[in-house]
């Protein structure tokens, strides 16, 4: 349940000595993402919005939902308008991704989870996340559902008034 991932859109080639890799860790997945260390935190956002696509269809996890951390405990939040360079992030290092649910408040990230696979926790942390994940296929099928029920009760309605317009004219 590992996913390594080299973003395609880096314009920085893999031989380039200024290029590096960054572990971005959550539960029990790792993104492997080639970046630059004059790029910021925001475009490395965009980097893992983009290796997410898999796992949150279709547009990824969205920028606004991730939050990048590190240092001891991962208890340093990484500012979107830093420089990798100036947040001293080097080649090869871990950083934890949390993400805030949909509508919660600005600040209610979950809890940052890194575990080995095959560990009781890790068995938790994906029964958790599979168990959200159905919970949001269930929302969207409902909510689509409701959609396509009033666009038919228009359709109806909107027969019926031409239906009225054409007897009475």
């Not at 983009?50 to 969205?62: R, V």
């Not at 830093?82 to 991704?97: F, I, M, R, W």
Request: charged share 30%; glycine share 4%.
């Amino acid at each position: 349940r590992s996913l390594a991932l080299l973003s395609p859109s880096s314009s920085v080639s893999p031989q380039s000595p200024a290029s590096m890799h960054v572990r971005v860790k959550r539960g029990t997945k790792t993104f492997f993402i080639l970046v630059h260390p004059s790029e910021t935190i925001m475009e490395l956002k965009q980097k893992i919005q983009s290796a997410t696509e898999i796992d949150f269809p279709p547009t990824g996890l969205h920028i606004e939902r991730q939050r990048l951390t590190s240092g001891p405990n991962m208890a340093r939040v990484l500012e979107d308008r830093y420089q990798l360079s100036q947040l001293k992030v080097d080649n090869d290092q871990v950083l934890a991704l949390t993400i805030r649910a949909d509508g919660e408040d600005e600040s209610a990230y979950e809890d940052v989870v890194i575990c080995e696979i095959g560990t009781p926790e890790a068995e938790a942390w994906i029964a958790k996340e599979e168990e959200a994940r159905a919970k949001e296929r269930e929302e969207t099928a409902a909510r689509d559902a409701a959609e396509a029920a009033e666009r038919a009760a228009q359709m109806k309605l909107d027969d019926v008034v031409n239906r009225e317009k054409e007897g009475g004219g």
